[in-house]
């Protein structure tokens, strides 16, 4: 007997499925054990931190704070301090402040800038200076303050100048009275040395002013924050990242280590770096960093293959377009002084990045819980299907019980009825 629903012509009793039915079913589920394999294999790819680097960056380390990357051997002045009481160099100042700061060093030579330079930014940094130039304290009585200056700014500025050049101004109760006028007399500096750099050439003297004072405070740069660029941005723009934090990722191709000649900020020697870029075009990125763990400095003196060369990063501040000869010809390559954020460890230094048997355990742990996955979702499914087959013999039961017997209704049919026809005509006979 057939019971048609409300909703389609099928019957409402178990029917048998026809072949072509299965055999899709059958491809459904192939199709969802594939996608299933996809995931595990997305999910496995994503552990590796060469797939989200070109987008977050390396990860920091889990302790240690922002240099537990390096080896603790590296030169303090690489590390960046995670302390709340470390000063570091404030850009914070009005635009008014900028534009007499720009005035004043105008008033200055370039050496007298340099000089000058060299002792703000390491006052601001609260970094003791032994004995302040001579130079200085002459120089700051010679400056002229716009006469149409108001009184109380002209006040600021000239305690801002007298505390750089050490004549003792009278103490103020305000520790933040001329930090601004000082940030924006820095700028101007930084500005105008910036201004020098003679951008797709070999090294100039002009150079200098800028290199160094990057690579003096290459300790202050920051972990985080810093875009990460390939070669190809930083040659075809680079007016925009002049000057700018980035952050480059890539393998170390060559390793110089360079005696730094006298200097104004006594620095001694550096290490630069031709690092082939992680991702983007096949052009090297020249990273001019203070100091180098094991790992990359035993390599210096040698080109090796790219592949074969050292994964570091680096956040530093884009300087120039660096003319170098190159197999083609003439090329050019940008200059990023900095310092190593990441960098893998030699033999013997102590890691913080897990080992081998960590990883290994990490990959059985992802295993074990994909297999009880799997088992407790097929169990589920086993669970669902029987409690339904037995949801249905049930219902099909209650069907049945309720219905009435054919039977006696057509035994019914077979017998004489005592109204009938027959009946009315043996009464008339």
């Not at 006469?147 to 305690?159: K, N, Y």
């Not at 003792?168 to 910036?194: H, I, R, S, T």
């Not at 090796?304 to 884009?318: H, L, M, N, R």
Request: a positive charge.
């Amino acid at each position: 007997m057939r019971i048609p629903s409300q909703f389609d012509d099928d019957s409402l009793y178990r029917r048998k499925i026809p072949r072509g039915e299965s055999v899709k079913t059958f491809r459904k589920l192939i199709r969802l054990a594939l996608g299933l394999a996809l995931v595990v294999v997305v999910m496995l790819q994503a552990a590796k931190p060469a797939v989200y680097r070109p987008f977050f960056g390396h990860l920091p380390a889990k302790s240690g704070g922002a240099a537990a990357s390096l080896p603790s051997a590296l030169a303090k002045r690489t590390q960046v301090s995670t302390s709340g009481n470390a000063k570091t160099e404030q850009t914070h100042h009005s635009p008014k402040d900028r534009q007499i700061a720009n005035e004043l060093i105008l008033q200055l030579s370039r050496k007298e800038q340099v000089s000058w330079t060299v002792t703000l930014s390491r006052s601001l940094r609260g970094m003791k200076i032994e004995k302040l130039p001579d130079a200085i304290a002459t120089t700051a009585q010679k400056l002229k303050f716009d006469p149409d200056l108001g009184s109380a700014q002209r006040a600021e500025w000239e305690f801002a100048v007298q505390d750089l050049a050490g004549t003792m101004p009278p103490p103020k109760a305000d520790p933040q009275y001329g930090l601004a006028q000082k940030n924006a007399l820095l700028a101007a500096l930084d500005e105008a040395a910036v201004n020098r750099v003679i951008d797709g050439s070999v090294w100039r003297s002009n150079d200098f002013d800028s290199f160094y004072r990057a690579l003096d405070s290459a300790s202050q740069l920051p972990d985080s924050g810093a875009a990460t660029v390939g070669a190809l941005p930083l040659l075809q723009q680079p007016d925009v990242f002049l000057n700018q934090l980035v952050t480059v990722h890539g393998n170390v191709a060559l390793v110089e280590n360079i005696k730094a000649p006298e200097n104004p900020y006594d620095i001694k020697d550096y290490w630069q770096l031709w690092v082939k870029p992680a991702e983007g075009a096949d052009r090297p990125i020249v990273a001019v960093v203070p100091d180098v763990p094991r790992s990359v400095s035993e390599q210096a003196g040698s080109q090796i293959e790219a592949a074969d060369g050292a994964q570091v990063s680096v956040v530093g501040k884009f300087l120039k377009r660096l003319a170098y000869k190159s197999g083609a010809g003439a090329d050019l390559a940008p200059v990023v002084i900095g310092r190593l954020t990441y960098a893998p460890f030699a033999e013997g230094e102590q890691a913080v990045t897990p080992t081998t048997n960590e990883t290994t355990v990490s990959t059985s742990k992802f295993w074990l819980i994909a297999s009880i996955s799997c088992i407790g979702g097929v169990g589920l499914a086993m669970l669902l299907m029987w409690r339904t087959s037995v949801l249905a013999k049930q219902s099909r039961k209650l069907r049945t019980a309720y219905r009435q017997d054919p039977e006696e209704f057509l035994k019914g049919l077979g017998e004489p009825s005592t109204n009938g026809p027959s009946a009315s005509g043996q009464e008339h006979s």
